[in-house]
């Protein structure tokens, strides 16, 4: 009984109501129009020439769901008269992938909007149109009744004719009761034209099932892009927060001995937050979905410029750089870049002191690189600087395994003999088809 009776106090059953009188009466206008090849053919029956009207007015309202912009006024009102929660239309066209994201979507056959698909809304401005002049009508009629009803309202006997149809209730307490069943009789017509309207809303105003794979196509878009800048956020944040913790625990244990060195620490902690800021902008401004700056772009060229950086920790690097690195270009230099910056920050947390080796081969089949560091939590810095223990997310590794995954690499990571850790990767330069 409680669930009979919920439509009642709520403000989108009446809301609902009104977003179908707006209904009947926009189609209003176009009862002229629909009338007047009815009037031209005078000599058909009235039966006839009523029918026609009807069928000309249909075909009116039915050709104006045939705009586009109709269908999106209808859903935004729908949404806000009706409650129902409807998507903006779009565009039925799968998007296109981010660069470095992998292959592009295609858009499938089925993904063109059939001749159904586009008789949605004609369908729906129709129902809305007929549900509309149904309900308004007999509500109408119904409020109207029960106000003039009950006796003291008239000052005399009451005679209600319709459609043949003739009520004459009784003076006294009868009279009162129908009127009462007479406005009962119209809040349940706006329930029902409510609740019908809001049944058909999310079938005809709905996505189809071409905008609902769009729709899928571009949230997959939109996560694979926000993963993308977690990596990136997490391998630019991380590596340089790394490097500036122990920057400046260097700076500070050799301030008084040795000035100049820790000028050089603090001058490398400016120059690597810097960039650091740069990539947390531009990352900041996709995530709030707003124009973003052109994105950073760090590639094997600034690999000299990261050594050098953590060089100024008391880092001892061993690079080992052969093959032409100026010829690797575009997704590859980049993954490559950050590869080797999360390897070097991960040896420059839980390496257990002594020289961080680098391997770098750019050969003609794809490149080969390698970090390997000692194992244990002591220090790499040539200075007796304690760090303390860094944390850690368990991020890092599964990150980077599934960036070489997506650029269909070979990843290894593990104990390299019994006191080193080793980091390997293999990228080929053509992805297998």
């Known amino acids: 009984m409680n669930r009979a009776f919920r439509p009642f106090p709520h403000g989108s059953t009446y809301s609902g109501a009104l977003f179908a ?20 053919w005078g000599s058909a029956p009235y039966g006839v020439r009523a029918a026609l009207a009807l069928l000309v007015w249909a075909a009116l309202i039915a050709g104006i769901g045939l705009v586009p912009a109709v269908r999106r006024v209808l859903i935004v009102s729908a949404r806000r008269l009706l409650k129902v929660p409807l998507p903006d239309p ?14 592009a979507l295609a858009a499938p056959d089925h993904a063109v909007p059939s001749g159904a698909d586009r008789l949605r809304t004609p369908a729906w401005l129709l129902l809305h149109v007929a549900l509309g002049w ?24 009451t005679e209600i004719a319709l459609l043949g149809w003739t009520l004459r209730p009784e003076r006294g307490w009868q009279s009162w009761l129908t009127a009462a069943v007479c406005v009962l009789l119209a809040v349940l017509v706006c329930v029902a034209t409510s609740g019908a309207l809001r049944w ?12 609902r794979l769009t729709l899928a196509a571009e949230r997959e878009r939109r996560l ?39 000028r050089a620490a603090l001058h490398s902690i400016e120059e690597s937050t810097r960039a650091a800021l740069e990539d947390l902008d531009y990352v900041l401004g996709v995530l709030r979905e707003e124009k973003a700056e052109t994105a950073p772009v760090r ?10 950086r ?4 008391g880092a001892r690097i061993e690079p080992d750089l052969t093959g032409d690195l100026a010829q690797v270009q575009g997704t590859l230099s980049r993954a490559a870049y950050r590869i080797l910056q999360e390897g070097l920050t991960n040896a420059l947390r839980h390496g257990g002191g002594g020289p961080i080796q680098v391997e770098l081969s750019a050969a003609p089949d794809g490149l080969r690189l390698s970090v390997v560091n000692r194992i244990g939590h ?5 200075a007796a600087v304690d760090r303390g223990v860094f944390p850690t997310s368990g991020h890092g590794l599964p990150g980077l395994a599934e960036r070489i995954r997506l650029l269909h690499g070979e990843f290894e990571a593990g104990p390299h003999g019994a006191e080193h850790w080793r980091l390997a990767v293999r990228l080929p330069v053509r992805v297998p088809a």
């Open 134 to 157: 149904a309900g308004t009508l007999a509500s109408s009629v119904l409020f109207l009744m029960g106000l003039a009803l009950p006796e003291d309202w008239t000052g005399s006997d």
């Open 200 to 211: 058909l809303a999310p079938r005809l105003l709905g996505p189809s099932a071409a905008e």
């Open 21 to 40: 009188f707006l209904g009947a009466t926009a189609s209003a206008p176009l009862l002229p129009l629909a009338v007047l090849p009815a009037l031209l």
């Open 224 to 262: 694979a892009e926000r993963n993308r800048l977690a990596h990136e956020l997490h391998d630019s944040i991380g590596h340089t927060l790394t490097a500036a913790t122990i920057q400046a625990a260097v700076a500070g244990e050799v301030l008084a001995a040795d000035p100049v060195a820790a």
């Open 378 to 382: 002591g220090t790499n810095t040539g």
């Open 299 to 308: 590639t094997l060229a600034d690999l000299p410029e990261l050594l050098d």
């Open 90 to 103: 779009v565009p039925v066209r799968l998007p296109v992938g981010p660069p470095g994201a992998g292959p």
């Open 310 to 313: 953590l060089r100024h920790t």
